[in-house]
C-alpha cells in the first residue's frame, strides 16, 4: 500500500483508499462493526463466521462449517477462522500482502496471522490487553486530565471491607462496583446493601483490584475516535441505550446508540470532544495508535461529565459513527485508523477536521437498536426474520419489504433495516444477540425511555423468531461474551 508522496487532503485521501491493491480483511464474528467500509477501500473483504445475508452479500466470504472446540471468545471465533483451509485458500488465492483487522484478538491470532503471511493493522494484543483494564483506564485518564466518576481501587474481600474503603473515599454506601475486563454489564455490579453484595460476591472476591464508583444518576454516551501521528480525530457524541429489559438481560448492558445533532448541551458535546482529544494524545504515549471508543457519563444533578471507560478497538457504535453524515461528506473514521497503519504519510489539520465534523450540520438522525434474548430459556430456532428492509404496517406490524445490506436504503421512519444475527438451526439462550435494528430518527424519548415506535418494531422483530425446546441436558454451554 505503498505511496510516493504525502497525502495533503480529504480528496487525496480518497482517491488513495479507492485505488488500493493492497488485500484487506476484516475478520470477526459478523461484518457489523465495519458494515460499508467496503464501499470505500478497493479489496477490502470480510471473513466472517455467521453469515447474516444467506450468501448475497458480494464481499462477505463464510467458509462452511468445520468441527471446532465449544468458542468461549471472539478471539476463539477469529482463531478458528485463520486456520480453515477455506480462508487460507482464499487469502493465498487473492495474493497481495495481506493485511488483517479484527474486533478483538490475541496473541494466538497474531500468531496465527504471521503463519499464513498477514500483518495485523492494530496495535499488539498485549498492548490492548493493557490499555483495555478498566483500572488503567482510569490511571490513563487522570494523566490526560479526563475525569473519572469519584472512585477508589481497591481489592475487595469483604462487605464489610468495601464498606470501609467507600467511606474512606467519600463514596458513600450506594456503589457501583467494576472488574477490570468485561462488557455489556457483564462485570458491573450496583451494591446498594449487604443482600447485593452477595448475590455477586464470587464475581467480586478474588479478582484483583476493583473500581469502586459513588453511584451517580446519569446519562451514558458514546464518541468514538482515532489516534495517528498528526493527532487525534474525533467524532460525534452518541447517546447509548443500557439496560433495557425489553432488549438485554443484564442491568447494566449495551443495547443500542443513537446520533442525531442535540443528543446533548453544545457545552457537553464541546467537553466531551476536548476529553477525548486528550485522552487520545495520551493513549499515543502509551504507546496505542488507531480506533478506539470512550464512554462518557453525565451526572445529571451536577451537569459533570465522567470518563465510564475505554474500549481499544472499533465497537458496536462504529457502523454509527462511520456511517455519519460527516463521514460520507469527507471519509469514514476507519479510513483514518487503516491510514496511519499503511505508513502513509499525510498532512491533515486536525483541529479543522474535529470542527468542521462537530458542526450540527454534519450530524443527521440515526438509530441502532440491539436485541438480545432476555428470556432465561434454551431452545432451538425454527424460524427467524431475514436481513433485509422491513416496513411498518399501520396496525404495528412488520413485513419485509426488500432485501438490502446498505442502511441508506432505509427511505422513511417507517422502515428499518435489520442486519440478522441467530439463525434458523442456531441455539437460542439468555444474552443471545438476535439481530440489529438501524432506523431512521430517535428511538428514545427527551426522557431517554424508549419510544412508542420503538418499542413495537422490538416486539413485532421478536415475534418473528420462533423456536423449539430442548431438555436442559442437550443445551449448549450459553456464551458470556458478545460478538458485536
Known amino acids: 500500500m505503498a505511496s510516493t508522496r504525502k497525502l495533503r487532503n480529504i480528496s487525496e485521501i480518497r482517491r488513495f483508499f479507492h485505488r488500493n491493491e493492497t488485500p484487506i480483511y476484516f475478520v470477526s464474528a459478523t461484518n457489523f462493526n465495519l458494515l460499508g467500509i467496503d464501499e470505500w477501500v478497493r479489496n477490502f473483504k470480510y471473513i466472517n463466521y455467521i453469515d447474516c445475508y444467506d450468501g ?12 471446532h472446540a465449544e468458542f468461549e471468545s471472539i478471539e476463539d471465533i477469529n482463531n478458528y477462522l485463520l486456520q480453515h483451509k477455506s480462508v487460507v485458500d482464499l487469502i493465498e488465492g487473492r495474493g497481495g ?8 484478538f490475541d496473541e494466538k491470532t497474531e500468531k496465527l496471522a504471521k503463519e499464513i503471511g498477514c500483518q495485523v493493522w492494530f496495535p499488539r494484543a498485549k498492548l490492548r490487553g493493557r490499555v483495555d483494564n478498566k483500572i488503567e483506564t482510569v490511571r490513563i485518564g487522570d494523566k490526560a486530565g479526563v475525569p473519572s466518576v469519584p472512585n477508589t481501587l481497591a481489592e475487595v474481600k469483604d462487605y464489610k471491607q468495601l464498606m470501609q474503603v467507600a467511606a474512606e473515599a467519600g463514596l458513600g454506601r450506594d456503589l457501583v462496583l467494576q472488574s477490570a475486563y468485561g462488557d455489556s454489564g457483564h462485570t458491573t455490579f450496583f451494591i446498594k446493601s449487604e443482600q447485593d453484595f452477595r448475590a455477586h460476591a464470587g464475581e467480586i472476591i478474588g479478582q ?5 464508583m459513588k453511584r451517580i444518576r446519569c446519562r451514558g454516551s458514546a464518541i468514538e475516535a482515532c489516534t495517528t501521528k498528526n493527532g487525534t480525530i474525533v467524532g460525534p457524541l452518541m447517546t447509548e441505550l443500557v439496560g433495557f429489559p425489553e432488549l438485554t438481560p443484564y442491568r447494566g448492558g449495551w443495547c443500542g446508540n443513537e446520533i442525531f445533532p442535540d443528543a446533548f448541551t453544545q457545552k457537553l458535546r464541546n467537553k466531551a470532544r476536548d476529553y477525548t482529544f486528550k485522552f487520545g494524545e495520551q493513549l499515543r504515549k ?3 495508535r488507531g480506533y478506539f471508543e470512550l464512554d462518557f457519563l453525565s451526572d445529571l444533578k451536577s451537569g459533570e461529565l465522567y470518563l465510564g471507560e475505554l474500549n481499544p478497538r472499533i465497537t458496536g457504535a462504529s457502523s454509527m459513527t462511520n456511517h455519519a453524515a460527516f463521514a460520507h461528506a469527507d471519509a469514514p473514521l476507519f479510513l483514518f485508523h487503516l491510514l496511519e497503519f499503511s505508513n502513509v504519510p ?3 489539520d486536525i483541529d479543522e477536521l474535529n470542527a468542521r465534523w462537530a458542526a450540527r450540520e454534519n450530524i443527521d438522525n440515526w438509530s441502532q437498536i440491539v436485541i438480545k434474548h432476555t428470556e432465561n430459556t434454551v431452545d432451538v430456532l425454527s424460524e427467524a426474520p431475514a436481513s433485509g428492509i422491513w416496513r411498518m404496517r399501520d396496525d404495528g406490524g412488520i413485513d419485509y419489504s426488500r432485501f438490502d445490506y446498505h442502511r441508506r436504503a432505509v427511505e422513511s421512519e417507517r422502515e428499518a433495516f435489520f442486519l440478522r444475527i441467530l439463525k434458523p438451526g442456531d441455539y437460542r439462550y439468555e444474552g443471545a444477540d438476535l439481530g440489529i435494528l438501524v432506523l431512521r430518527g430517535r428511538v428514545m424519548t427527551s426522557k431517554f425511555e424508549l419510544t412508542e415506535r420503538a418499542r413495537r418494531w422490538i416486539h413485532s422483530i421478536r415475534a418473528m423468531y420462533r423456536g423449539r425446546p430442548l431438555a436442559p441436558a442437550a443445551a449448549p454451554a450459553e456464551r458470556s461474551f458478545k460478538i458485536l
Open 286 to 288: 502509551e504507546g496505542y
Open 97 to 104: 500482502k495481506p493485511k488483517l483487522v479484527f474486533l478483538m
Open 56 to 67: 448475497k452479500h458480494p464481499n462477505v466470504f463464510c467458509p462452511p462449517e468445520m468441527p
Open 208 to 212: 484483583g483490584e476493583i473500581k469502586v
Open 346 to 348: 499525510f498532512d491533515l
